[in-house]
């Protein structure tokens, strides 16, 4: 309702496309989408009962799934809004149903920033998953999967230790787990279509800075427009964004933000 109200104090006469947008936020937002078990181990009934749940975000990914941010953006007639809104998810063709979701999200706090950030977040799993008697190997890269008919069986450590197991999960890239771990032996036209392709996601360039002082009463998230565009690998930027990490204590000393 905030958003809506000020994006309508801003731009008045773009009262209809905003309520289209905020609707489609709505909608997100009935939508829900957390699944309790992976897909592979759902019945005929927990495929039913997911459909319901998620028939309003299906409706919602038909509408606005092709739709990326700049092309909706020019529906705006207030200048301010045509340039600033496709700032907020600055990648090209970013469809508008990853907006839409992610604000979604965050409003059913589903999704946000976790206090400490992610060593922090990455902790609590670690302590979860030690509290239920697992065990962690740290610095042992994976080199190879171990593979007997066609089933994997196991893991081989880069310093050629061996260690089998029911069921062996990759949480690598799925590049080094097809054509590295496995060996490029279990490849298909569909999955070989992913890397040649599938167009490269744009790299992201961030640079950290601790600054000695504190930035109280500014936002946490900026946007600068540059008075001269900026090409860094071959793409032209017209501004920078500034995160101002005053809403995290953990992060640095008081009195000093990064």
């Known amino acids: 309702d905030r958003l809506e109200q000020h994006m309508k104090e801003l731009a008045p006469a773009d009262k209809k496309v905003i309520e289209e947008f905020i609707q489609g936020i709505r909608a997100c937002i009935r939508s829900d989408l957390p699944i309790e078990k992976a897909p592979e181990l759902y019945g005929r009934i927990d495929g039913l009962k997911l459909l319901s749940k998620m028939s309003p ?59 400490g950030g992610s060593l922090e977040f990455s902790r609590a799993i670690e302590r979860r998953y030690l509290d239920s008697g697992g065990e962690i190997h740290y610095r042992s890269p994976v080199s190879k999967i171990l593979v007997e008919n066609d089933k994997a069986v196991g893991v081989r450590l880069a310093d050629g230790t061996k260690h089998r197991g029911n069921i062996v999960i990759s949480a690598a890239d799925g590049h080094s787990t097809v054509f590295d771990m496995l060996e490029g032996k279990y490849i298909n036209d569909k999955i070989r279509g992913y890397y040649d392709k599938l167009p490269v996601f744009p790299p992201l360039v961030q640079v950290a800075l601790g600054v000695a002082r504190s930035f109280e009463g500014l936002p946490p998230s900026i946007i600068y427009p540059l008075e001269e565009p ?5 793409r032209e930027h017209k501004s920078v964004g500034v995160e101002i990490h005053n809403f995290d204590p953990t992060l640095a000393p008081q009195g000093k933000t990064v």
């Open 230 to 234: 900026v090409t860094i690998a071959g």
């Open 57 to 115: 975000f299906l409706r919602v990914m038909r509408k606005w799934k092709r739709i990326p941010i700049q092309d909706f953006a020019k529906r705006f007639s207030d200048p301010f809004l045509r340039q600033a809104f496709p700032l907020s998810f600055d990648l090209p063709d970013f469809p508008m149903m990853g907006m839409l979701a992610t604000l979604a999200w965050m409003h059913n706090k589903s999704a946000g920033y976790p206090v």
